[in-house]
Structures are given as structure tokens and as C-alpha cells.
T-cell receptor
Framework: AQKITQTQPGMFVQEKEAVTLDCTYD???????LFWYKQPSSGEMIFLIY??????QNATEGRYSLNFQKARKSANLVISASQLGDSAMYFC???????????????FGKGTLLTVNP | GAGVSQSPSNKVTEKGKDVELRCDPI?????LYWYRQRLGQGLEFLIY????????KSGLPSDRFSAERTGESVSTLTIQRTQQEDSAVYLC???????????FGNGTRLTVT
């Protein structure tokens, strides 16, 4: 069965430093996509970055980059130059397409609460 | 442009009453999802619509939960005979296609007293 694991319930980082949020996944399907979302205390879900299983290069979006290690089944989010506004819950999610047809469901990990200290 | 809109933003109801939650997806988005998020928890998948049909209802917790979508647009999630464990934020999301991220609304916070 497909599964997403985020092992860090909470992380702390100093402002302006980089931080890595861990995400591992388990699937036997070769076709899948990995997503990261940010959820501030306001509750909205904000899409950050996407990585496809066949993408050759790691995805980057501004200060966000995804460290995709396919053989290890990990898709860690790296935030460079942390800002106070980065304090939020971060969710890793996966969508996969199995041989039986398309599967549109996005399965989420339990999340990591990031706190950026001044 | 307009994002995903959910109403009401907050709903307080008494145990045993029925509630109806509404979601207006982004125009043109064919895929629509409902998720539930309990306090301090991750997102729990409830149901997915492609157009007006629901090929995946696997996440609905019980037969008290139902959802429909009309005109490839608005969707309603109905919870009958609400229980206290139904208290959560109900999030709706839409997506234009298979490889696209989900765009979420701000959710409906349901409190069952």
C-alpha cells in the first residue's frame, strides 16, 4: 500500500538559515508525483513544489527545493534562508498512477511543524 | 482569478442535526476533492469527483456522509445525524488535471456540540 511518512513532528531553525524537512514514501507503482504544501496558522493550504517520478532534475521554486532521491524513496523539502513567515505546518503528499488506471487521490503525511526563531 | 470558495466558514451544530457544506471550485477545474482535518492532524481523504461522477468514495467514514456535484461545478458535502467526532475542518480542493497540484479553499470549521 502507498504510504507517506514525515518523521519530524517539529523542527526549529534560526532565521536566515536553511532547513530540511524529511519525507519518505512507499509505493510499488513507477508513476507518481510528490507535492509539498504549507499550512500557516490561518489554516489555508498553500502549494509549494512538485516533483514527478520521471523528472530527471530536482524541482526548485524560489527558496524551496526538493531533494528527490528515488532509490531511497525520499523527497525532502529544503527551505533556504528561512524567514519568520515560514513558520507553519508543512505537509508532504503523493499521488500515484497504477496499472489499473489513474488514481487522482493525494495522500498526505502527518506534517512537520516548523518554527523559525529570530 | 477567484480561488476555491467554501461556505460557511464556520458552522456550529447540535449533535444529531444534519449539516450541508458547500464548495465552489475554480472555474474549469474538472477534479474536486473533499478532505477532513481534525485538530492537529493531517488531511484525511473523503471523496473525489471527476466531472460530476465520484469514482472514489473510499474515504467517506460512514453512511452518514454523502456528497454530490452538479454541473461540473458546485459540490455539497452532507453529514446526517452529526456526532461530536465529526468536529473538524472540512477542506475542499480542485485541480485542472492529473499532473496538477490541488488548490484548496479555506475550509469549513464544523463544531458539533
Amino acid at each position: 500500500a502507498q504510504k507517506i511518512t514525515q518523521t519530524q513532528p517539529g523542527m526549529f531553525v534560526q532565521e536566515k538559515e536553511a532547513v530540511t524537512l524529511d519525507c519518505t514514501y512507499d509505493t510499488s507503482d513507477p508513476s507518481y508525483g510528490l507535492f509539498w504544501y504549507k499550512q500557516p496558522s490561518s489554516g489555508e493550504m498553500i502549494f509549494l513544489i512538485y516533483q514527478g517520478s520521471y523528472d530527471q532534475q530536482n524541482a526548485t521554486e524560489g527558496r524551496y527545493s526538493l531533494n528527490f532521491q528515488k532509490a531511497r524513496k525520499s523527497a525532502n523539502l529544503v527551505i533556504s534562508a528561512s524567514q519568520l513567515g515560514d513558520s507553519a505546518m508543512y505537509f508532504c503528499a503523493m499521488r500515484w498512477w497504477n496499472s489499473g488506471g489513474s488514481n487522482y487521490k493525494l495522500t498526505f503525511g502527518k506534517g512537520t511543524l516548523l518554527t523559525v526563531n529570530p | 482569478g477567484a480561488g476555491v470558495s467554501q461556505s460557511p466558514s464556520n458552522k456550529v451544530t447540535e449533535k444529531g442535526k444534519d449539516v450541508e457544506l458547500r464548495c465552489d471550485p475554480i472555474s474549469g477545474h474538472t477534479a474536486l476533492y473533499w478532505y477532513r482535518q481534525r485538530l492537529g492532524q493531517g488531511l484525511e481523504f473523503l471523496i473525489y469527483f471527476q466531472g460530476n461522477s465520484a469514482p472514489d468514495k473510499s474515504g467517506l467514514p460512514s453512511d452518514r456522509f454523502s456528497a454530490e456535484r452538479t454541473g461540473e461545478s458546485v459540490s455539497t458535502l452532507t453529514i446526517q445525524r452529526t456526532q461530536q467526532e465529526d468536529s473538524a475542518v472540512y477542506l475542499c480542493a480542485s485541480s485542472p488535471g492529473m499532473n496538477s497540484p490541488l488548490h484548496f479553499g479555506n475550509g469549513t470549521r464544523l463544531t458539533v456540540t
